[in-house]
C-alpha cells in the first residue's frame, strides 16, 4: 500500500510537472524576449519566441516579432504580425510598427488612418504630425495640413518642417502673404540658397522689394555664381525700374543685375527682354535692339519678347517693323502660358495703335483703341489715357 501511493505520488508529480513545464518555457522566453527587444537584438527575440504561441500573452508575442520584422525591414510580414497583435489587443505599441509597414509598403491610406489611431491614443508627436501635413499637403488638402502645422509649431516655433509646409499650404490656398512669412521665417533659422531665392521670389509681388533684395543678396553672398539667383536678380531689377519714382541709379542697377545674368544664362528669352527694356530706358537703342533679338530668337513665340522689339523698333522710327512685331506678340499672345492673353493684348493694341497713328492710319488705329476699352476693367488706369487718345482721333 505503502509503495503503491509512492508511484501515485510520483505520478501526481510527473503530470503536475508535464503541466508546469510548457508554462515555464513560455514565462521564461516571453522574459527573454523582452529582454532581447530592450536591447534591440532581434535575432534573440525571434528565437526566444520560436514556437511559441504565448497564451495570455499572445498579443505581446505577434508584438515582438513585428517589432523585429520591422528592424529587418520586412514590411508585408510585419504587417501581418502587427494586424495579429491588434487583433487581440488594441492598444498594443505594434499599431506603431503597422504604420511604418504599410507606409513603407506605399499604402498610404492605411497608414494614415492607424496615424488617426495613434493620436486619438495620445500617441502624439512633433514627427508623425509633421508627416500627416505633409501627405495632407500631397493631396492639395490645405486647411487639415496647415492645423497639423500649427499644432507642431505651437510647441516647436522653430521646426524648420512645419513651416516648410505651411508655407507650402498657403501658397496652395493663394495666401501669399502667409506663405512668404513662413519662407521668410526658415531663412532666418536656417539660411540656403534655394530657400532664400524662394522667399525672394514670394517677396516679389507683394512688393515686399527691399526684402526681396535682402534675401537675394544673402544667396548671392552664399553663392556668388548661381544662377537662378543672378536670373533672379535680374527679374528684381526691372521690378523696381517699372516703380512711379524710378531713377537713373535703379535703372543702372538693373542694366549692371541683367548684364550679369545674360552672361551666366545665355539661353534665356525673359533674361535677354528685360535687358533690352532697361537698355532702351538709358537710350541705348541699338544694343537694346541686339537683346530684344535675341529675346524673340530663344523664344519666337514670347509675345513679351515680341513686345519688347516692337518697343524698341518704335524708339528707333521704324514704325512699319515695329508693327509686324506687334502683329506677330499678338497671334502669339492665345497660346503664351508665360501671359494672361487678355491682359497682354490690351498692352499689345495700345502699341499697335500708337504705331498705326504714326502710320497715318486712324481709322484702324481708332479700332484698336475701342477694343482696348472692351478688355480692359472699367476701373483700369489706362482706361483714361485710352480714352483721351480716341477723343484726339475722333477730331482728326
Not at 491614443?121 to 492645423?147: C, F, H, M, Y
Request: proline share 4%; charged share 30%.
Amino acid at each position: 500500500m505503502r509503495r503503491g501511493g509512492v508511484v501515485i505520488a510520483v505520478v501526481v508529480v510527473g503530470v503536475a510537472l508535464g503541466l508546469m513545464l510548457p508554462r515555464w518555457r513560455t514565462s521564461r522566453a516571453l522574459s527573454e524576449a523582452r529582454e532581447a527587444m530592450k536591447a534591440k537584438d532581434c535575432a534573440g527575440v525571434l528565437s526566444s519566441l520560436d514556437g511559441i504561441e504565448g497564451g495570455s500573452e499572445a498579443a505581446f508575442v505577434h508584438e515582438a516579432r513585428a517589432f523585429c520584422l520591422v528592424q529587418l525591414k520586412q514590411w508585408a510580414q510585419a504587417r501581418v504580425e502587427s494586424t495579429a497583435a491588434l487583433q487581440l489587443d488594441p492598444s498594443s505599441q505594434a499599431l506603431d510598427f503597422r504604420f511604418m509597414a504599410s507606409r513603407e509598403l506605399g499604402d498610404l491610406t492605411a497608414a494614415e488612418q492607424d496615424l488617426d489611431r495613434l493620436f486619438s491614443l495620445g500617441r502624439d508627436s512633433t514627427a508623425l504630425r509633421v508627416l500627416r501635413a505633409t501627405w495632407r499637403a500631397q493631396r492639395n488638402e490645405w486647411k487639415p495640413a496647415i492645423e497639423d502645422c500649427d499644432v507642431v509649431l505651437a510647441k516647436e516655433p522653430k521646426n524648420l518642417d512645419a513651416l516648410n509646409v505651411r508655407a507650402h499650404a498657403w501658397h496652395g490656398l493663394g495666401n501669399w502673404e502667409r506663405a512668404y512669412l513662413d519662407a521668410a521665417a526658415q531663412q532666418e533659422i536656417a539660411p540656403t540658397v534655394v530657400g532664400l531665392r524662394d522667399a525672394a521670389d514670394l517677396a516679389i509681388p507683394l512688393r515686399r522689394l527691399d526684402e526681396a533684395d535682402a534675401h537675394l543678396t544673402r544667396a548671392l553672398a552664399l553663392e556668388p555664381d548661381d544662377v537662378d539667383s543672378l536670373v533672379l536678380a535680374c527679374r528684381l531689377g526691372v521690378v523696381h525700374f517699372e516703380a512711379p519714382d524710378a531713377g537713373a541709379t535703379v535703372v543702372e542697377r538693373g542694366v549692371n543685375a541683367c548684364e550679369r545674368a545674360v552672361q551666366v544664362a545665355p539661353e534665356s528669352s525673359a533674361t535677354h527682354r528685360r535687358l533690352a527694356r532697361l537698355l532702351k530706358a538709358q537710350g541705348r537703342l541699338a544694343e537694346a535692339l541686339v537683346q530684344a533679338d535675341e529675346a524673340v530668337r530663344l523664344g519666337p513665340t514670347s509675345s513679351l519678347a515680341l513686345d519688347v522689339r516692337a518697343k524698341v523698333l518704335m524708339a528707333l522710327k521704324r514704325p512699319s517693323e515695329a508693327l509686324t512685331a506687334v502683329d506677330a506678340a499678338l497671334a502669339t499672345a492665345p497660346d503664351d502660358s508665360e501671359v494672361v492673353a487678355s491682359s497682354i493684348e490690351s498692352l499689345l493694341r495700345q502699341t499697335r495703335a500708337d504705331l498705326l497713328i504714326e502710320l497715318r492710319r486712324v481709322p484702324e488705329a481708332r479700332e484698336d483703341l475701342e477694343q482696348v476699352l472692351r478688355l480692359l476693367p472699367a476701373d483700369d488706369e489706362d482706361v483714361a489715357t485710352v480714352r483721351a487718345k480716341l477723343e484726339t482721333l475722333r477730331r482728326r
